[in-house]
């Protein structure tokens, strides 16, 4: 930096005072220059001894153990050196080696000293550099401060490294424990399972023996009576009364009932199950699936909530069953009432046509499934054992058998031609929301509240295999017509696909917050139908992944199903209404 005027020899006199340094000594070189006319100032820098050179230990991510070898008195050694490092950092004094401070009264003196002489570069210059002394004092002492904070860092992890390790050991010394109380938890759920064996076959027994019984006693009071009145010498000579041969029949046709129904064995499940028909359906299907469905037509038929529906196998008819306590059997295209099922004391919840699509099975909330012939609209068998609501039931495609599960966490096998419960299945820690048997075969799945899917041998009543994923309680869980795949909605309107020969989660799809009330596929398993709390029937393109609302209900969408062949898709909601889409 240079100035501009030049110095008179009193101020030289005057600085050299202030500053206590000998420039008189340089007054033939002051006057010289002054001769020229003009005083430059050279830039000098001061250079401080560099302590960058500190080597850091880096602290690895992923070394969470301790050397075997490691013994107390290294650690102890190493600690005290640690202890002297940092008390020597912090007795160091931070200064600048080059010069002592200057005052705080110098640097204003010579401040005003050289703003009086107009010099303004070189008061910029002393300024900057008493600026850049006082960061470097700032930044010695970070430094220090960080360092001081790495040691302790260093010995925190050291110290968590110990106590991970220490918590290591202490675990492993519990494995054993866990897995010996793992083995009895198994053991106790297997033997529970037998026990509820044993025991549902002990009730049947003593029911068979109470019926048995029962006739026998019915029995022996005819005979008595007939001894007790009429002789035996006159018995045989004496003409049959129209009573007593009312009577006589009577007795011979209760006798033969109880005799049938004595003889009455438990069905067999099949062993040599036919293919599933659907597998050549789906490869007969070759067209493009159906997504743009258009609200066609809106039939008002229950008085409360539609809970289900259901299409017959083979004819376009459909059932619908409601919060009313009413089944309805309705004709297609028009939506006429064909039958009309009562019996039921408390709500429908779901029903099931028999394969030969003669009879029909409905589960209520009154914890009781009814079978009821088609033929003729009245109830043929009631079944009853579940403790609480009964949500679902499926036909076994032999026809021998129906299932249902329960709010009581349980589900049931029913025997149609033995008329009793042939195995109860435990496992489900909350409620069994649905059930449905899988394409021609004797496997059961179910849907729970405790947010699982679970695969069943009905014939065992074992359970073979859970799946879990879902965060919420599953509302509803079905094959696809070819049985490779397993579709469930939860309530919080999560549907997610599973594969079910690999028994692994395939894609989860978020379609909430709305629950997912039911999921149902079309003939080809190509094209999957949710029915929402929104109103929305959603529908998902399981090749593109693409969705496609369907907008229509004015409430809650409870169920919906796809017509055979593809063509139409219907639909019932918590306003009472069936609406069809074509």
Known sequence: MAAKEGMPASALRVLEEALG??????????????????????????????????????????????PEGE??????IQMVQEQATDTQILEQKTVLPSKQPIPEVIEDFLCNFLIKMGMTRTLDC??????????????????????????RIVQEKNKLINDLKGLKLHYASYEPAIRVLHEKHHALLKQKMLTSLERDRAVGQISGLQATLKHMEVGHNYQASEIRVVPNSEKENAPEGPTQKGLREAREKNKDKTKIKNNTKDSEFPTNMQRNPNLYLCKENIGPAKFDYKLNNIFRLHELPVSCIILHPRKDILVTC?????????????????????GHTDWLSNCCFHPSGNKLATSSGDTTVKLWDLSKGNCILTFEGHSHAVWSCTWHSCGDFVASSSLDTTSKIWDVNSERCRCTLYGHTDSVNSIEFFPCSNTLLTGSADK??????????????????????????????????????DACGVTKLWDFRKLLPIVSIDIGPSPGNEVNFDSSGRVLAQASGSG????????????????????????????????????????????TWS
């Open 126 to 151: 002393f300024q900057s550099e008493c600026k850049a002394r006082e960061d470097l004092l700032k930044t010695q002492k970070e430094r220090d401060f960080h360092r001081m904070h790495h040691k």
């Open 452 to 489: 699982s899917l679970s695969i069943w041998d009905a014939r065992t009543g074992n359970c073979e295999q859970s799946l879990y994923g879902h965060m919420h309680s599953i509302n509803d869980a079905t094959f696809t017509p070819r049985g490779h795949m397993i579709a469930s909605c």
């Open 536 to 579: 929305v029937i959603h529908l998902l393109d399981l090749k593109s992944g693409q969705i496609h609302k369907l907008m229509g209900h004015e409430s809650e969408a409870h169920t919906v199903v796809f017509s055979h062949d593809g063509e139409y898709l219907f639909s019932g909601g918590s306003d009472g209404t069936v609406r």
């Open 21 to 66: 340094m000998d420039l008189t000594a340089a007054g033939d070189t002051a006057e010289a220059v002054a001769a020229e006319g003009a005083y430059y100032l050279e830039q000098v820098t001061i250079t401080e001894a560099s302590e960058d050179d500190y080597e850091y230990e880096e602290i690895p991510d992923d070394n969470f153990s301790i």
């Open 322 to 342: 409601g919060e009313d306590r009413l089944w309805k059997l309705v004709g297609l295209p028009k939506g006429n009432v064909l039958l009309t099922g009562f």
């Open 71 to 76: 013994e107390d008195l290294a650690k102890a």
